[in-house]
């Protein structure tokens, strides 16, 4: 036992047996690696894992206090605070479990008609769509029903990067598709029975897509922007207020689960625990491949080398960058989900625990960031950041469009 | 005043029929019952119920609230209660394991009775299958199977071999285990009979 972790042990915790809230996909890796491991107990807790069936749930449960914690999509603890879609409960997050580990799946068929229009058309990553674009045209012209996308949950990171991506190319989302929303473990079923062309969705649905020979993946939620917050732990503020120490705890266990999964050799035995019925109950062969970096567009070929695609430590991966928390505001706004009259700095402060983070690395002995944004989509590799003991070393975080997104 | 349009929306057919037939008695409209198998974007924009009752632990329940988006063009967005809602009753309902979807702007104290109802079927439901949990525990399977058996005898006034045909065809088409499905005989029954 190391002396930070002694110490951690002499400070009363206001409540030890915890119950967190999570959804059936790989980036849950963070809190079950930290059960699986002992990371929990290692800080005095006794963790039960829920394993929920919708991003609903999750806030409606944490939100009456049926949970204590839980994994969140990194737009909900903004949409619970403000009341989007529900009803208001303040909402923070102090801690990012994963970032990147989406992509965007068409079915064959349409994959075919994009080929038709441009056979080179996904030859150079990332693929736009633009070729989307002028299929959608055409199909204007024949009138044809508009094509259907789903993604996971109505203001969800997945809706966002869709529709960042069609938008880009010139097609409106509200208008030129249709927009549904699917739970993510029927998104392979409903392609397969024609009752969508595309999706937005976390592993390993996509790749459970591929294996089946169903779909091909145009771009990963990697290409689309780097290294985006995808999954964060949330918190009700009331909870965060009154169990400070639990909340230290918790943040600690789950940086060492974190930091634990991003050591290239243990990420075979983290496939292996996801795989588990308690868990994704999905063959290991399915969920093991991206987390080592091998990521398959197509379902004839080999592998392509994404290395980062899931990402939970390195580079930074669970520090809360306000930053990136204002482009998902911003998105927000631009497709009419929240109003644009908000202060969005005052409402993102109170949002996102940064210098809590910042204290409980401290604790634990870790380095982390001094500033709480930076600019997004300026750094094309890796770059130096000013740090607590110096600098620290940050992954890119460009957009597919070249776009810079300045605070 | 017009009778409310509810549609159900629950994978467990037993509890969804005891709910049914609970809003019936109390004068509601009951329109549908819908699975979490069935195209619930579609059927509900077709139906466009007043109300959806839905199981907290429904996969369904991220589509639904994405309907607020499907339905823009339409003048009857589905909101997860409102904001000004009574939080207990919120409470209440989310222990029980039921959550609802009604048409924006509709008036709680029309909605509150039918909540009532469906709390009190959920808790019931939720009960009774606790009582079962039990006796599973105690009995063998074999013992369910039999209940089961005698049940649909006396209902089809057939004889037990007939009555296993029953229960393996019900399980073939359910994709469930034979005991499962004599356990979900033997819950909708006692249901009935209270």
Known sequence: ?407 | MKKLNVTIVDDDSGRSIILERALKDAGYNVVAILSSNDNLLLHIEKIQPDMIIVDLDSPSRDSLESMRIVTQHNPKPIVMFTNDTDDSMINEAINAGVSAYVVDGFNEKRIKPIMDVAIARFREFQALRNELKKTRNSLEERKIMDKAKGIIMEQRNCNEADAYKVLRNLSMENNKRIVEVAEQIISITGALSN
């Open chain 1, 1 to 407: 036992m190391t002396i930070e972790n002694q110490q951690q042990n002499n400070v009363k915790l206001e409540k030890e047996q915890l119950t967190i809230g999570f959804i059936p996909l790989t980036d849950c890796a963070t809190l079950a690696v930290a059960k699986e491991k002992g990371f929990f107990k290692q800080y005095g807790l006794d963790v039960t894992l829920s394993k929920e069936a919708s991003w609903a749930n999750i806030r409606d449960k944490l939100a009456y206090g049926i949970l204590d914690a839980a994994q969140m999509l990194a737009t909900m603890p903004i949409t619970s605070s403000l009341g989007t879609g529900s009803w208001k409960k303040e909402t923070i997050s102090s801690l990012v479990l994963g970032v990147n580990g989406n992509a965007i799946t068409v079915s064959c068929r349409l994959y075919e008609q994009l080929k038709e229009i441009d056979p080179n058309f996904d030859k150079q990553r990332p693929v736009t769509a633009d070729t989307l674009k002028i299929l959608i045209e055409q199909r204007k012209v024949k009138d044809l029903t508009p094509l259907t996308f789903a993604h996971v949950f109505p203001a969800s990171t997945h809706n966002y990067f869709l529709r960042y991506w069609l938008a880009s190319a010139g097609i409106d989302p509200d208008h030129d598709v249709i927009l549904n929303v699917i739970p993510p473990q029927q998104m392979v079923k409903n392609l397969e029975n024609n009752m969508v062309d595309g999706f937005c969705v976390g592993e390993p649905w996509n790749q459970q897509a591929i294996v089946k020979g169903l779909g091909h993946v145009l771009i990963t939620s990697y290409e689309i922007w780097n290294n985006a917050p995808e999954k964060v732990l949330g918190l009700n503020k009331e909870w965060a207020y009154s169990h400070p120490n639990t909340h230290r705890a918790l943040i600690k266990a789950l940086i060492e689960s974190a930091r634990w999964i991003d050591d290239d050799e243990n990420r075979v035995e983290v496939a292996k625990i996801i795989s588990q019925e308690e868990y994704t109950h999905l063959p290991e062969e399915i969920i093991l491949p991206p987390l080592l970096g091998k990521y398959r567009y197509h379902p004839e070929g080999e592998a392509e080398n994404l290395p980062q695609f899931n990402l939970f430590y390195k580079y930074n991966a669970s520090f809360p960058w306000l930053s990136q928390a204002e482009w998902y505001m911003s998105q927000m706004i631009r497709w009419g989900d929240i109003s644009d009259s908000l202060d969005i700095e005052s409402i993102l402060k109170n949002i996102f625990w940064v210098d809590f983070h910042r204290q409980v690395m401290e604790e634990m002995g870790l380095d982390s960031p001094t500033i709480n944004k930076k600019s997004e989509g300026l750094h094309a590799k890796e770059w130096e950041v000013t740090s607590r003991n110096g600098t620290q070393t940050m992954s890119s975080d460009l957009f597919f469009d070249g776009q810079v997104f300045e605070y």
